[in-house]
């Protein structure tokens, strides 16, 4: 799901603007009610609720993306010879920041989608935006699925090819 840097950039932009304009709401929120939303039980019941409502199919079109891509990136780190995602990630700084840009570059574009349709989910589902919830909600629901894949795709083809001989 690879878009054109323009789109790519005017979906950032969309995001933001959208970000932006919710926030005085969100602090206004916050201040009255003391209730920082994150993390509370009201939050995890309303993630809950979104596997029921409107857009519950971006669960399941989303992760299987992200997996894709997980699939596709962990095939090039063990064509590459790399030791798996997770594993250079914690073990080799000096490769960490160059993993995390190429993670970025991955997932930017289904990350930022991701974050709008939770947005879109909340107007739908609850007659309100939490912008918080949607940092949260999106990308784990793309980072999660996509460094599992990466990692276990590697170690799988490095498995198979030690197993094929040289």
Do not use: C
């Not at 299987?64 to 010879?81: N, Q, S």
């Amino acid at each position: 799901m690879k878009i054109s840097n323009a789109r790519s950039r005017i979906l950032t932009l969309i995001l933001v603007a959208i970000l932006l304009g919710t926030l005085p709401s969100a602090i206004w929120r916050l201040i009255q009610s003391g209730d920082s939303y994150l993390f509370t039980r009201k939050f995890f019941e309303d993630v809950l609720a979104r596997l029921t409502g409107p857009g519950r199919f971006r669960f399941i079109l989303q992760p299987t993306i992200a997996i894709l891509l997980g699939v596709r990136d962990g095939l090039e780190d063990a064509r590459a010879g790399h030791a798996p995602f997770l594993w250079r990630l914690a073990f080799h700084g000096e490769h960490r920041w160059r993993l995390l840009q190429s993670s970025f570059a991955a997932t930017r574009d289904i990350v930022t989608i991701a974050i709008l349709l939770d947005l879109v989910s909340q107007a739908l589902i609850f007659r309100e935006l939490r912008p918080g919830a949607a940092l949260v909600v999106g990308p784990v629901l793309i980072a999660t699925p996509y460094v599992v894949a990466r990692a276990l795709t590697n170690r799988f083809w490095r498995a198979k090819r030690k197993l094929a001989g040289p």
